[in-house]
């Protein structure tokens, strides 16, 4: 009896189904190797039609659980990300978007019906929605072709929550954002919010956005430039994420609020107690409030750069962290904090500075978005306080950072909150006025210190100071640092 031949890559397709349907390994990086070994057998190999669809489907799935596992290394990590985490991610990324362009591939066969034909576009844009927020997270630059993809794939599209929260994410600048913090964002534009709002062209509204959807492009704000005429130009707003931001915030700041009235500390305020079970957890109501409210700001209206930015070239020395910065302040020694860096460019409110010869992860400590660090242009200079406003990393020995100045000099104190018995007096930078930015002293504490409007502050040197101040509100917070204006209490207690 003659049996026919073999199909084309049944031996493949075969081997990559075992594969499949056995446990993952241990370490996710041997994973992602097995998965990017069997994608290429498959373009090799020359399988069509439902055999590959089921593949890619397959492939697919165990795709995003790779790209789960090396999400959650790297909300547990600073950078510099290590040399193989970092490969790591943008193999992750890399795979996701091949996957995506195998089943993009396949939407032209004529066999296909709507219905199929709109699964595998969602399902495309999905793996694009993975491998942007991997790359997100890791303050790496999308792929390219990213943009181009996943443009094409919603043009078809009424609405696609992927798509969605691509959109959200770059419109909020995620390199302004920590890992963890990304993934926060990510999972709660997954929680079945309201759809943008499509707008018609020219209109004009409040949080206006476009896309060229023929272009390898994110979505540009309406306020910083104008669409072109030309293309396949797709007008959207975002106010209806906003209104739904809005509203949490006010749930947030009304049980915030309460804690302060009845002096609590506001470290102990539960997430539950806002009535809010929806909200992703992770994040405290404190730390939860500052995102949701830069958030909002940046959907609602883009910020805009309104200082020129001159290139410049010159090696500055940097301390990172309010910790090390506090050290110095106190007389302690240099070595092992002192780094140099490169400025790039240079504005009247900040900086965007690189590392030189490859930042050793041991002596930079942590780099993340939100975190302080000191800045001078050579040793015996004061230190220019500095928040990270942004990160961006192509690779684990290069990392660029943009500055923003939050005072000339500073002087190092310790501060201690009513109602925060759990945590004691905590390290901060006392910050001069610097207008018109800010017309009060302030003090720069780490995340978590505010707890109550008093406190007492004390500074050490020729003489010992000691006082009671009183905050005048939290100017600034983010993960890793809160400023706060103060005035010396006159109803000391």
Known sequence: MIQAA?????????????????????????????????????????????????????????GLDVSARIRAQLQALSLPLPGALHGASADVSGALIEMAQGLEAMLPEPAMHAQAWERDRRQALALCCEAFIVSAMSAANPPSGLWRLANRMAGGLEDDVSYRTMAAIAAASPESFTARQLAWIADFLDGGLPGVQKLAEGESLVGAWWVDLTEDAAPVSAARRLAPGHGEVRHFSLAPLARVLGERIERLEAVIGGAEDAGGALAEVELLDAGDESLPPGLTPVELLALLRALRERW????????????????????????????????????????????????????????????????????????????????????????????????????????????????????????????????????????????????????????????????EGTHLYVAQGRALGLDMQTSSIELFRYEIDPYPI
């Open 6 to 62: 073999p199909a084309a890559g049944d031996k493949e397709t075969d081997a990559f189904q075992r594969w499949l349907e056995a446990e993952p390994a241990d370490e996710v990086v041997d994973d992602l190797d097995a998965l990017r070994g069997h994608l290429a057998e498959l373009r090799r190999s020359g399988v069509t039609g439902s055999a590959l669809r089921q593949c890619l489907e397959g492939a697919a799935a165990r």
């Open 300 to 459: 609602v209206t883009s910020p805009l750069r309104t200082q020129p930015r001159r290139p410049q070239h010159y090696a500055v020395q940097v301390c990172l962290g309010l910790r090390g910065l506090w050290e110095l302040g106190r007389g302690r020694g240099e070595a092992g904090r002192v780094l140099e860096w490169q400025v790039l460019n240079e504005s009247p409110g900040g900086y965007a500075i690189m590392n030189v010869v490859g930042t050793d992860a041991d002596a930079a400590g942590e780099i993340e978005a939100g975190i302080v660090l000191g800045l001078r242009r050579q040793a015996g200079t004061a230190w220019a306080v500095c928040v990270v406003r942004w990160v961006r990393s192509d690779g684990p020995e290069r990392i660029e950072l943009g500055l923003q100045v939050l005072a000339p000099s500073y002087h190092a104190v310790q501060v201690a909150f009513r109602g925060a018995t759990l945590r004691g007096v905590a390290p901060a930078l006392a910050l001069p006025p610097m207008e018109p930015m800010r017309r009060q002293p302030a003090f720069l504490a780490p995340a978590g210190t505010y707890a109550s409007r008093r406190f007492v502050f004390v500074r």
